[in-house]
């Protein structure tokens, strides 16, 4: 089993910036896929960014250029930056781990972007 301790969500005006972090615990691989992944309302979720454990990464098109993932190998621990928020970024954030052992969620952590 692998447990996520979320952190950073919160209220945040256009233009502002947030940083997310997600630390896993547990069963955790020396192989793995690490990520976030958000849900609006009355949306599906959707893939944000992910980075390996190689440090490859992954930005869905909508994030390019505003969002960073990076990860502390040591801690079992990934983060995401992100700036220049828009309003279309408000939603729940879940932190995702893929491993060879199977695929794991946090319970979500709320962004909201509005003035």
């Known amino acids: 089993q692998v447990q996520f301790v979320e952190s950073g969500g919160g209220l945040v005006q256009p233009g502002g910036s947030l940083r997310l972090s997600c630390a896993a615990s547990g069963r955790v691989f020396s192989f793995y896929v690490m990520g976030w992944y958000r849900q609006a309302p009355g949306k599906q979720r959707e893939f944000v960014a992910t980075?390996?454990?190689?440090?490859?990464?992954n930005y869905a098109d909508s994030v390019k250029g505003r969002f960073t993932i990076s990860r502390d190998s040591a801690k079992n621990t990934v983060y995401l930056q992100m700036n220049s928020l828009k309003p279309e970024d408000t939603a729940v954030y879940f932190c995702n781990l893929g491993t060879p052992g199977g695929t794991y969620w946090g319970q979500g952590t709320q962004v909201t972007v509005s003035s």
């Open positions: 980075i390996t454990s190689g440090g490859r990464t």
